[in-house]
């Protein structure tokens, strides 16, 4: 089982570019690496997800090395409206059917103005 | 589509009493999931089930109990509600045919037992 570890705390200032790294030294084969975001008050959104290389969407992007033992968020020219806490989770096609995602404390963003 | 709804929103319990999570997903989704989450805590996932008819025990199942008897709904359980089990919880869906196992989070109940 995957287990991931990233930073419980960033601060960051509107318009800049975010990264939140995180490790991920036993990963899988098979697995893959899932970013989720989470407002207060809200259940976690799917924000990104990859297996190797980089992946981009209209709200991220995520690196990920070679070696697959770590992997980037990074959200451009964050907003105020970016402050939530980012879990990365790290987990094979059928670790739905095995209970084996599993959400670590996350990492809380703070975007200042 | 309403995606995946909890109900109640809150609920407010005493020590002993009993009470039911209802989760309801309108995605077809075989895999449905509950979670905890306590302040300053990530998720903690209780029961899973990955189709109808069938649940497991996830990381902290103990005090609970889920049915799944129909494909869109996932019950929770409490028989004897205790102040531990204060938290907001979260229901989740996802499809296996995704190979990848995205979860969609419902917007969570917040129960509290005095």
């Known amino acids: 089982l995957a287990k991931t570890t990233q930073p419980i705390s960033m601060d960051s200032y509107e318009g800049q570019e975010v990264n939140i790294t995180c490790s991920h030294n036993?990963?899988?084969?098979?697995?893959?690496i899932t970013w989720y975001q989470q407002f207060p008050s809200q259940g976690p959104r799917f924000i990104i997800q990859g297996y190797k290389t980089k992946v981009t969407n209209e709200v991220a992007s995520l690196f990920i090395p070679a070696d697959r033992k770590s992997s980037t968020l990074s959200l451009p020219r964050v907003s105020l409206s970016d402050t939530a806490v980012y879990y990365c989770?790290?987990?094979?096609?059928?670790?739905?059917?095995?209970?084996?995602?599993?959400f670590g404390q996350g990492t809380t963003l703070q975007v200042k103005p | 589509n309403a995606g995946v709804t909890q109900t109640p929103k809150f609920r407010v319990l005493k020590t002993g009493q009993s009470m039911t999570l209802l989760c309801a997903q309108d995605m077809n989704h075989e895999y449905m999931y509950w979670y905890r989450q306590d302040p300053g805590m990530g998720l903690r996932l209780i029961h899973y089930s990955v189709g109808e008819g069938t649940t497991a025990k996830g990381e902290v199942p103990d005090g609970y109990n889920v049915s799944r008897l129909k494909k869109q709904n996932f019950l929770l359980g409490l028989e004897s509600a205790a102040p531990s089990q204060t938290s907001v919880y979260f229901c989740?869906?996802?499809?296996?045919?995704?190979?990848?196992?995205?979860?969609?989070f419902g917007p969570g109940t917040r129960l509290t037992v005095l």
């Open positions: 989770l790290v987990g094979g096609p059928n670790s739905g059917n095995t209970g084996k995602l599993i």
């Open positions: 989740a869906s996802s499809s296996h045919r995704t190979g990848t196992d995205t979860q969609y």
């Open positions: 036993n990963i899988a084969t098979n697995d893959y």
